[in-house]
C-alpha cells in the first residue's frame, strides 16, 4: 500500500532562512508527487506537481526516486509562506486519481 | 475560475441525527471526493465518485456514504451521526488528472 510520510508536525524558521519540508513516500510503481498548501482561513490548493518541474511562489520540489522523498524547499522564507503543507502521492499510473495525503507540517516563519 | 462550493461552513448536530452535507463543483469534473482533515491525521478519504451514480470507498468509509444523483453535485451522509464524526469534512474535483480542486470545508460538531 502506498504511504505519504511528513516527519514534521511543526517546523519554525526566522525569515530569511532557508526552508525544507519532508516528505518521503513508499510506492511500488511509477508516482506522481504534489504539495498541497493551506494558509489561515483558505482553501486547500495544489502548491505545486512533481511533473511539472517549476517553482511555485519560490518553492521547488525534485522527486528522489532512489531515496524516495519529495522534499519542499526554498531558499528564503517569507512570513507568507506560513500555511499548513501537505504532501500527497497519487496512483494515477494504475487508472485511479485518489491521492494519498501525508499528515501535514506546519510551517510557522518567526519574523 | 474554479469552483467548488460547501452548502455550509459550520454545523451543530445531535447525536444520532442524520447529516447531509452538500458539495457542488460548476467544472464539470468527473472525479469528486470526500475527505475529513484531523489536526495530527492530515486528510483522510471517506469516499470518492468517478461518475454520476458511480462511488467507491475510501480509507475510512465506516459511518458514511455518499450520493452522486448528478455530475456537479456529490452529497455526504452521516446516517447517525456520533461524536466521533466531529471534524473538518472537506470535498474536492478533478478532471482526468490528480489535481484535485477543494472546498472550503464544513466544521461539523456533533454533541
Known amino acids: 500500500a502506498q504511504r505519504v510520510t511528513q516527519p514534521e508536525k511543526l517546523l519554525s524558521v526566522f525569515k530569511g532562512a532557508p526552508v525544507e519540508l519532508k516528505c518521503n513516500y513508499s510506492?511500488?510503481?511509477?508516482?506522481?508527487l504534489f504539495w498541497y498548501v493551506q494558509y489561515s482561513r483558505q482553501r486547500l490548493q495544489l502548491l505545486l506537481r512533481?511533473?511539472s518541474r517549476e517553482s511555485i511562489k519560490g518553492f521547488t520540489a525534485d522527486l528522489n526516486k532512489g531515496e524516495t522523498s519529495f522534499h519542499l524547499k526554498k531558499p528564503f522564507a517569507q512570513e507568507e509562506d506560513s500555511a499548513m503543507y501537505y504532501c500527497?502521492?497519487?496512483?494515477?499510473?494504475?487508472?485511479?486519481?485518489?491521492?494519498?495525503f501525508g499528515k501535514g507540517t506546519k510551517l510557522s516563519v518567526i519574523p | 475560475d474554479v469552483k467548488v462550493t460547501q452548502s455550509s461552513r459550520y454545523l451543530v448536530k445531535r447525536t444520532g441525527e442524520k447529516v447531509f452535507l452538500e458539495c457542488v463543483q460548476d467544472?464539470?469534473?468527473?472525479?469528486m471526493f470526500w475527505y475529513r482533515q484531523d489536526p495530527g491525521l492530515g486528510l483522510r478519504l471517506i469516499y470518492f465518485?468517478?461518475?454520476?451514480?458511480?462511488?467507491e470507498k475510501g480509507d475510512i468509509p465506516e459511518g458514511y456514504s455518499v450520493s452522486r444523483e448528478k455530475k456537479e453535485r456529490f452529497s455526504l451522509i452521516l446516517e447517525s451521526a456520533s461524536t466521533n464524526q466531529t471534524s473538518m469534512y472537506l470535498c474536492?474535483?478533478?478532471?482526468?488528472?490528480?489535481?484535485?480542486?477543494f472546498g472550503a470545508g464544513t466544521r461539523l460538531s456533533v454533541l
Open positions: 474536492a474535483s478533478s478532471l482526468y488528472i490528480s489535481i484535485q480542486y
Open positions: 510506492y511500488s510503481g511509477s508516482p506522481e
Open positions: 512533481h511533473i
Open positions: 500527497a502521492l497519487s496512483d494515477s499510473g494504475a487508472g485511479s486519481y485518489q491521492l494519498t
Open positions: 467544472m464539470d469534473h468527473e472525479n
Open positions: 465518485s468517478y461518475d454520476v451514480k458511480m462511488k
